[in-house]
């Protein structure tokens, strides 16, 4: 029902943005299946097809016109995306219109940190302000569907991928993820200034064998469950529009084909209805996994797990109709996928509002890049710092040393389409702007991240020597991490070790600032530098982010959201691991061993003997400009039984001299379970801000709920025992308190 006509100008402009008409569900279900009454096979079939962008092409209006495709993605020419809408509704025999599609993944044209950077900040209001930003300037072309967030838990660095999702960590995942997704959406989806959120990669894709991409998984259900599962719960039951499915297969069946992924958890118990798109070609890709025999066998597999809408793999325009024709997927379920799709449209507002206003289109606002800035320094993670940071009033001469320190197409990560790198603001520009020109001498030593040439060494030392600091800005080009970009050397790329090296040998002190689509193995680097800042490529204003925490001007709050390896054998690598029979105790390192030393002379536990255990820097650390300390857990109860909560409090305090913001962790280890529990388990965290001297009492609540996991059964159970609890700075500093569960 179309209220519009009715509406006076004044009732019109009460609405925040352009007119929409925000249906209510039961009114979107009943123009569904009245819809769906009056198309045929042919055009039910075509709402399942996405096609990429082919401009304003014959091939594509005729597509358009004949009913055969429901989505578009990579089309952002404004007038374009009108023009191909107006084909939809005006020349198309039921007016459908388009939904355009884009990989959004963090931010269209003021990019963002990368959300493994978004993560570090361990903020909810940073990572949902950008994905609004981020909508209000996508919306603008006509980009109303984005494929982000990525929620998919990584916990091996080799894996590109791991650059675009928020790390090891399913609560904080979970919390991030939802953060973004609320910021897509906004609150009202019909809203043109909204896009529908997309939870990817459904699922387990994180878990690719050896951290190589689209390789396969062996994930056991239980497994599933505790770890990959949640974000995508969480995105289900808190309103994510759409799920993409991943690439990858789960224990012999690829998502494509898996309903009971895709159907029986997703929909039947979750109770999900919103729309399931393909990863590109991934229902086609059935056939090289070895699942189906040939395309239209893959189109029937991935019709009946639910996957609603095929992009790019031509699987459904082109055997669907045949497929139904036969009874091999039913009317019913080819209806179940229409309706999904169709329904998207209606909640996105397109049926009342499908034309974008092309003069509305801003980009790069003021406020836009001041929180692009926030981001960057909320999101940066002082990793060491012997006192020479912040940068002292005294330093003169500083020497900008490195691959990363004018890299404004690096700078931004992967997965920036449509990036526009002279918008970028470098750290070179920033610190020149803070410190002027002529105190700043510029020598990058390497061409770029990969570069293997020592010639631009010398000048480079030179400018260390004269220089009274060095910042050495070291790390990866873009294209080193994201789809496809797995690396199996996880050190620095490049002839970047050896000019760090050379570098140090001048003695002048060095800042090492590190841009990064994943963690890095740095031990060398890090034992020569005074200082290591780590940026997870910052996106357009990684520069006076940066500049802003080296001088002082703000203060370093981010902690890692993965844990860093001191080798690149070492992983997959992650704080929530099991114990084991043999923890790592009495470790005799490689070099400390006597020669013809006995058998068992090392201690038999679970170590390396060249790099002993544990990560170079854990999951959840961050250093500041201050120094903040935490009192012991108090708990008010030492036992917790059903429908009850025990409230965790703890004290922490500013040492330091200037204001600062710390990420409190609750850190939970359940110590006897029917199937082995991890040793610790992130449930809780919270920002505090804290002016210098001021103490604040931190509380959390533990519920019951929180310590479950899934049992042998599959039945998500919290077990009677012993439970210890910690409330700290990161996954390996605080004293626990304990306390017991009961059923009874
Ligand atoms: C890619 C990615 C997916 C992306 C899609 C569309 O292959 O796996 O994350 O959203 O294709 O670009």
Redesign the pocket.
Known sequence: MNLKPFLTAAALAALAVSPVFALTEQEINANVAALISKMTLEEKVGQLNQLSGLGYSPEMVNAIKAGNVGSI??ETDPAIVNKLQREAIENSRLGIPLIIAR?VIHGYKTIFPIPLGQAASWSEEIVEEGARIAAEEASSVGIRWT??P?VDIARDPRWGRMA?GFGEDPVLTTRLGMAMTRGYQGDDLSKPNTMAA?A??FAGYGASESGKDYNTTWIPEVQLRDVYLPPFEAQAKGGAATF?CS?NDICGVPSSGNKHLLTDILRDEWGWDGLMVS??GSIQQMIPHGYSADLRQAAEQAANAGVDVD?EGYAYIGYLKDLVEKGEVSTEQLDNLVANVLRLKYRLGLFENPYIDESKINFYAPSSLAAAQKAVEQSTVLLKNDGILPIKKGVKKIAVIGPMADAQHDQAGTWVFDLEKEHCVTPLTSLREKYGKKNVTYVPGVKFSRDLSHDGFDEAVKAAKDADIVLFFAGEEAVLSG?AHCRTDLTLPGAQKELMAALAETGTPIVMVVQAGRPLVMNDEVAKAAAVVYCFHGGTMTGPGLTALLAGDANFSGKLPVSFPKASAQVPLYYAHKNTGRPAEGMTLINDIPLEAGQTSTGCTSFYLDCGDGPAFPFGYGLSYNNYSYSDPKLSSATLTPGETITVTCDVTNNGSREGREVVQLYVRDHVGSLIRPVKELKDFASVTLAPGETKTVSFEINPEMLSFYNAQLQKVTEPGEFSVWVAPNSESGSPASFSYSDK
Do not use: A, R
Request: charged share 30%; glycine share 0%.
């Open positions: 993605l990579n990989d494929f982000s990525m675009e997309c990817k990669h993409m690439f990863d590109w992009m789809e």
